[in-house]
DNA sequence: AAGCGATGTTACGCATCAGTACCATCGATG
DNA sequence: CATCGATGGTACTGATGCGTAACATCGCTT
């Protein structure tokens, strides 16, 4: 159904410049990447760059949107994984996330990076970052509410919260730290968080 | 003991230096700072800083370092406030950090901010703030431990991720986020976590 | 082969910023 | 009053970055 992936060497220009923004913006930061940089990455040049992104922070937010976009194919995933069984995609999410956050390059979530980036309260990037977020959590408490937790809020949170932490500290404390054991945390949590008597259908 | 503190505008120029990179850092970012916006807002000029200051980065350093300090003085604090119950010092900490986190900004940790924007693993900034980071750990585990709950590794490490995280989801999904549940998601942790049989002294 | 759109290449203009040189000024100390 | 150190002020250099102009080229269609 899908096309054949062209290598990347050979793909057009616009995969390959968001390919090498992603690249570098999450690895180097977004604020210190120069779109010379980019474009050179992505083995083209600024005017190209420029004829599919019209500025930088054009680029910036298609960055943002591809990444939140996958952000949404994980839970699909956990969909597929375990259908019917909102217990099981649950961990099977937290699973997926701590192995990310195990072996990726310790830089934790690029959309949260972003968002202590770019300051400016009325960036544009920040109102993609914090609409992806709000849906994960929105999410979260649904599927929560779904394995028949009680107080799904409270238990949705603290999985949130442990989830964004251990991203974020992984930059600092590095892999060895708190981070690396975010799905034994997370799942000693769910074991001893008590389940609501299914009173509804 | 201390010395009366001047107010601030004719404070000597160091001090009022660090007081605007402070502000500034935190507020908008340290990236996004200029040094003459710093001397400005300080009430001096760039030249002042310099003689200071050896370079912008050594500003940052001082920045964070002082950051660090106070940091550790919130413990020393906790210790005055509650001396020889561990139990009561450690909700006392998580008290402190969660009205900062209600009623901050909105831009969460300045110290894990900076580990963020300063992407270059070798940026002596960086170990500033790995250093201070671990030290909280240590410490917090150090104290848990001292308080008696069981597997206080792990219920350190929670209550660091639920810190770490609440700061960070701050600026994502702002302060009705689960950020400003961090006290009742803490408090509700170490009243379920079980105590160790007391076998020690 | 002719034409055309997308791409590559080079060179700009304009702004910002880190860091410095140079000189003026002010305040305490002798 | 004279001196000297710390500070204020201005102007500069060198570097970098965003965005654009102008032109060359390549590939595909007709």
């Given at each position: ?126 109102r993609?970052v914090e609409a992806h977020k709000r849906r994960q959590r929105e999410r979260l408490v ?18 949130f ?41």
């Amino acid at each position: 159904m899908a096309r054949l992936k062209r290598p990347l060497a050979q793909a057009p220009p616009r995969q390959r410049i968001l390919h090498a923004a992603r690249d570098l913006f999450y690895r180097e930061g977004i604020n210190a990447v120069s779109v010379e940089a980019i474009a050179a990455t992505a083995g083209t040049n600024k005017m190209t760059l420029y004829r599919h992104f019209s500025s930088r922070d054009e680029l910036v937010a298609a960055y943002l949107t591809e990444l939140a976009a996958e952000g949404e194919g994980v839970w699909e995933a956990a969909r597929a994984a375990h259908p019917g069984d909102p217990d099981a995609q649950l961990r099977f999410l937290l699973r997926q996330v701590s192995q990310f956050a195990a072996q990726s390059s310790g830089r934790g979530c690029a959309l949260a990076n972003a968002a202590v980036e770019l300051a400016e309260r009325k960036h544009p990037a920040r109102r993609i970052v914090e609409a992806h977020k709000r849906r994960q959590r929105e999410r979260l408490v649904a599927l929560v509410r779904e394995a028949g937790y009680a107080r799904p809020e409270r238990v949705a949170d603290e999985l949130f919260l442990l989830v964004e932490g251990a991203r974020v500290s992984l930059q600092s404390v590095g892999r060895e730290g708190p981070g690396s054991r975010l799905y034994a945390l997370a799942e000693a949590l769910l074991d001893s968080a008590p389940k609501k008597k299914s009173v509804k259908a």
